[in-house]
């Protein structure tokens, strides 16, 4: 499996140069997020401590300077160089249909209850490239849902959101949504979806139209509207136990009472504080379904957030 942080990888990237965890290092990292915060406003203080010394190593391997600290003046000044560390920092893994099995769990199990609403808003959290917004719209065009639906596609790097917007997809990915589309049960042709020319293809207008596509801070902006799902997958991996936390009352309050909240793999809610709010539709592919509990319960609970292990 290639993870995020290989895709980033510079030539002159060696793994056995990276400073060791250091009280040192440490204040660098402290400093230097500090900074881009004052800055520009992005927060990433909260991030896996483990995500952030690996990804900002790669950033300073990447500018070929020897210590993180060195980069600071050219992050206050320079802001290409910014921007590159967006892209290092909020890189995600991404592609259509991404888990057949979780798709085809989630039109088993929840779009049968799905035809029962008369408008259907779905947030797509951390959308990246917007491949997953796309499928949301096939898989809701399929159901016939697609007309009544509105797809809110959010993420924090701008330029993934401008490549979103653009619909515009190599071959690689073609190849990839075809698999996968075929594997979660498609009933067509992913080719109905998309006009192939050049090695690219360009997705529908007919699905674009349903998508809106915006910036949104998971760290320290708001409740994104009265949701009917949420999808969140493989993002809250690179968060450390409080920006979690906050993502899940974040996801709570922004859904509809009986919403559906769905994680990625190697998220859960069963042990955190709110795993008396959800009950589970599918726990392999973690489904969730909001339940309207006292607030006492749930803060009652524990606080411990299951996660995989991130190389």
Not at 76 to 95: A, G, I, R, W
Not at 185 to 191: C, E, I, S, T
Not at 265 to 292: H, L, T
Not at 303 to 308: T, Y
Request: charged letters at 25%; a negative charge; proline letters at 4%.
């Amino acid at each position: 499996m290639v993870m995020a942080d290989d895709l980033l990888l510079p030539d002159c990237f060696d793994p056995a140069d990276e400073p060791p965890h250091s009280e040192l290092n440490a204040i660098e990292i402290e400093l230097l997020l500090e900074a881009v915060m004052r800055r520009y406003g992005y927060d990433f203080r909260q991030y896996s401590a483990k995500v952030l010394h690996r990804r900002l190593n790669i950033f300073r391997s990447r500018y070929r300077a020897r210590h993180l600290s060195e980069l600071i003046p050219a992050l206050l000044h320079d802001p290409d160089c910014m921007q590159q560390l967006l892209l290092t920092l909020s890189v995600t893994v991404t592609e259509f249909f991404r888990d057949p099995a979780f798709f085809a769990a989630f039109r088993q199990e929840v779009v049968p209850i799905l035809r029962t609403y008369p408008f259907i808003s779905l947030w797509c959290a951390g959308c990246a490239t917007g491949e997953e917004a796309y499928s949301w719209a096939i898989l809701l065009q399929e159901a016939g849902l697609l007309e009544r639906s509105r797809i809110y596609a959010t993420d924090i790097n701008s330029r993934a959101l401008e490549e979103a917007r653009e619909g515009v997809y190599g071959e690689p990915q073609y190849q990839i949504a075809c698999q996968n589309y075929q594997q979660m049960g498609g009933p067509d042709r992913f080719d109905r979806y998309c006009r192939r020319s050049y090695n690219a293809i360009k997705m529908s207008g007919a699905l674009q139209d349903h998508i809106t596509f915006a910036s949104h801070n998971l760290v320290h902006d708001g409740v994104f509207g009265e949701m009917v799902v949420v999808s969140c997958r493989n993002v809250m991996i690179y968060f450390n136990q409080a920006l979690k936390q906050r993502c899940m009352d974040l996801f709570f309050n922004s859904l509809t009472s009986q919403g559906f909240l769905l994680l990625g793999e190697s998220e859960a809610v069963d042990f955190s504080s709110f795993s008396r709010s959800f009950s589970s539709c599918d726990r392999r592919s973690r489904i969730y379904q909001k339940r309207v509990v006292p607030s006492d319960d749930r803060n009652s609970s524990s606080s411990n957030f299951e996660q995989g292990e991130h190389q």
